[in-house]
């Protein structure tokens, strides 16, 4: 291996970390507040009433440095009148994300 090519792989490296840190100087990725709205937009597209709790998302790194994988809470109450009478009853969902990290912010996908 040449000494440039050397010199590119540890520069990649490096550029690929600083930004990994440099996003998470405010805390995990999964509960900054611009990810935690655009994953809760998107929820609401298919369920209009439900709500994520920020303090139940979990986070979790992947091999790229600039993916981490979200779960969280969905939280919903259905009426079974059937079973439960005319009250509603809390439940809540696990659902899947994939946040990639940017110098100028974040991307989230979701991965249901």
């Known amino acids: 291996m040449t000494r440039l090519a050397s010199m590119a792989i540890v520069a990649f490296i490096f550029t690929g970390?600083?930004?990994?840190?440099?996003a998470n100087e405010g805390g995990p990725v999964?509960?900054?507040?611009?990810v935690v709205t655009e994953m809760t937009r998107q929820i609401r597209v298919a369920n209009y009433y439900s709500k994520v709790d920020p303090r139940l998302v979990t986070e979790q790194p992947t091999v790229n440095p600039r993916i981490v994988?979200?779960?969280v809470c969905v939280e919903f109450a259905p009426y079974d009148t059937v079973r439960f009478g005319d009250r509603p009853v809390g439940r809540c969902l696990?659902?899947?994300?994939?946040?990639?990290?940017?110098?100028?912010?974040?991307v989230v996908y979701d991965r249901g």
């Open 17 to 22: 970390s600083a930004t990994h840190l440099l």
């Open 94 to 106: 696990a659902h899947g994300f994939e946040v990639e990290i940017f110098p100028a912010g974040f």
């Open 30 to 34: 999964c509960r900054q507040q611009s």
């Open 69 to 71: 994988r979200c779960q």
